[in-house]
Structure formats: C-alpha cells, structure tokens
T-cell receptor
Framework: DVKVTQSSRYLVKRTGEKVFLECVQD?????MFWYRQDPGLGLRLIYF???????EKGDIPEGYSVSREKKERFSLILESASTNQTSMYLC?????????????FGAGTRLSVL | AQSVTQPDIHITVSEGASLELRCNYS??????LFWYVQSPGQGLQLLLK??????LVQGIKGFEAEFKRSQSSFNLRKPSVHWSDAAEYFC???????????FGAGTQVVVTP
C-alpha cells in the first residue's frame, strides 16, 4: 500500500513564526502536491513538484514556499505565518498507473495560527 | 478552464437508504474523473476512478459511479448506506499530464439511524 506520512496531525503556531510542514512518501512517486482544505472551498492546490528540486505554483501559492531536496520528501513552508493560514493542509503523491495519475493522500495537518 | 461542481453541500440519509451524490464537470477533452472520501480527521481515500471504457465503474465500500458525457456528470451511488459512510465526499477531475486535479467543494453526508 502507498503510504504518505505527514509529520504532524496538529500544530499551533503564533503569527509571524516560520512554519515547516513535512510530507514523506514511500512509493518512489515522482509527483507530490500540497493542498489546503477549507470548509465550502474543497481542496485548493498550493504547490506541486514533479521531480527533485522542481516545483510549480498551484492556484494559491502566496505566502507559501516549498522544498524538495529528496524524491520522497516534500516540505511546505510558511515564511511568516498569519491567521488566515489557519487551515487543514493535505499532502499527496502520485505516479502513473496504466496511463493515469492517481493521487494518494496523507492524513493531513491541522494548523492553527494564533 | 476546468471546473468541478458538487451541487449538494450537505445530504442527510437514513441508514439502509440509497445515496446519490452529484458531480458535474467542465472539461474540454475526455476527462479522467475520481471520487474520494474523507472520514472525520482523516486524509482522502480513493473510492473509484474513470478514464475510459465502461461508463459504470465500481469502487470500494460498495460504491459505484456513472459517467454521462452528454450531461457532463459523474454521479456517485450506493444502494444501501451504512453508518460508517458518514463522511465528506469529493469529486475530482485530472486537468493535465502532470496529474494535477481540480476538486469540487465536497458533499458532507450525514447518516441517521
């Protein structure tokens, strides 16, 4: 089974702090994704990566950055956390399965910024 | 631009009753479509997928979905709901070759005794 592990289930941070959210996958997937999930808005893509050291902006990259130094690890960074970044953050990874990319998700990190 | 619409934000259904969740998409080419389920406090789990062939696809947990190109729909169904089906359900469409998805806003399903 594919396993996508997010290092923290819950985080509480203060405004202005630098925050790191870590995600590790164990299936040698090329693609990795970071989403935020808010009620009524579904999942919105923040950043994705299709290879080591490669990254692309998603729909809502402002206030975030990412790092992918190794294939299995994709980190989301909040340079200076703000209260409007309080949300559920979901990491996913994917690879081709009979011509189709299927995304597999971690359990999520619920971040509260006070 | 591609989009996915789930018209129902919230559905309440009795245990043992049938369930249908609606999903409409807007996409120029043949879509790759997915349904995911998210139990409380958990990540998303893939229920089923469609990318070609038979328009009625079977998934896990007794769910099925039907792709109707003429209606741009991919509705999810289950004949008899169990209390454990209480969750949020997301429809998604793959939007490019990198495997990016566009998700709907989700439908929250509540199951009553």
């Amino acid at each position: 089974d594919v396993k996508v592990t997010q290092s923290s289930r819950y985080l509480v941070k203060r405004t202005g702090e630098k925050v790191f959210l870590e995600c590790v996958q164990d299936m040698d997937h090329e693609n990795m994704f970071w989403y935020r999930q808010d009620p009524g808005l579904g999942l919105r893509l923040i950043y994705f990566s299709y290879d080591v050291k490669m990254k692309e902006k998603g729909d809502i990259p402002e206030g975030y950055s990412v790092s992918r130094e190794k294939k299995e690890r994709f980190s989301l960074i909040l340079e200076s956390a703000s209260t409007n970044q309080t949300s559920m953050y979901l990491c996913a990874s994917s690879a081709l399965d009979r011509g189709l990319n299927i995304q597999y998700f971690g359990a999520g990190t619920r971040l509260s910024v006070l | 631009a591609q989009s996915v619409t789930q018209p129902d934000i919230h559905i309440t259904v009795s245990e043992g009753a049938s369930l249908e969740l609606r999903c409409n998409y807007s996409y120029g080419a043949t879509p790759y479509l997915f349904w995911y389920v998210q139990s409380p406090g958990q990540g998303l789990q893939l229920l089923l997928k469609y990318f070609s062939g038979d328009t009625l696809v079977q998934g896990i947990k007794g769910f099925e979905a039907e792709f109707k190109r003429s209606q741009s729909s991919f509705n999810l169904r289950k004949p008899s709901v169990h209390w454990s089906d209480a969750a949020e359900y997301f429809c998604a469409v793959a939007t490019d070759s990198w495997g990016k998805f566009q998700f709907g806003a989700g439908t929250q399903v509540v199951v009553t005794p």
